[in-house]
């Protein structure tokens, strides 16, 4: 398995949840990092990125100032640390890898994990 997204689950309004991604020895020293995001019925949505040496990042607006994205080299594992979720942060998050950064595009992205679910209830 290349990519391992975990750490999904159900959070009120306001809440806090943490999503690991545990890569490949390979990747994690290689690519940039990425979380997308989909909600039913709709396309996968860009959230974060961070480079392959971690010094740099990306965020969407929608996320900027409550999540935070960072990089454990010593576990090979990117964290997502979602603060204030909002209902609308509900969504099935992926993370990728990807040979450019920064990059929006889901197109771009060489590898990706399965999905993890995040749910956030009003």
């Known amino acids: 398995v290349q990519l391992q997204a975990s750490g999904g689950g159900l959070v009120q309004a306001g809440g806090s949840l943490r999503l690991s991604c545990l890569a490949s020895?390979?990747?994690?020293?290689?690519?940039?990092l990425g979380w997308f995001r989909q909600a039913p019925g709709k396309e996968r949505e860009f959230v974060v990125a961070?480079?392959?040496?971690?010094?740099?990042?990306l965020y969407a607006d929608s996320v900027k100032g409550r999540f935070t994205i960072s990089k454990d080299i010593a576990k090979n594992t990117v964290y997502l640390q979602m603060n204030s979720l909002k209902p609308e942060d509900t969504a099935l998050y992926h993370c990728?890898?990807?040979?450019?950064?920064?990059?929006?595009?889901?197109?771009?992205?060489?590898?990706w994990g399965q999905g993890t679910k995040v749910t956030v209830s009003s």
């Open positions: 990728g890898a990807s040979s450019l950064f920064p990059t929006v595009r889901a197109d771009r992205y060489d590898y």
């Open positions: 020895v390979r990747i994690f020293g290689s690519y940039a």
């Open positions: 961070i480079n392959r040496g971690g010094g740099s990042t």
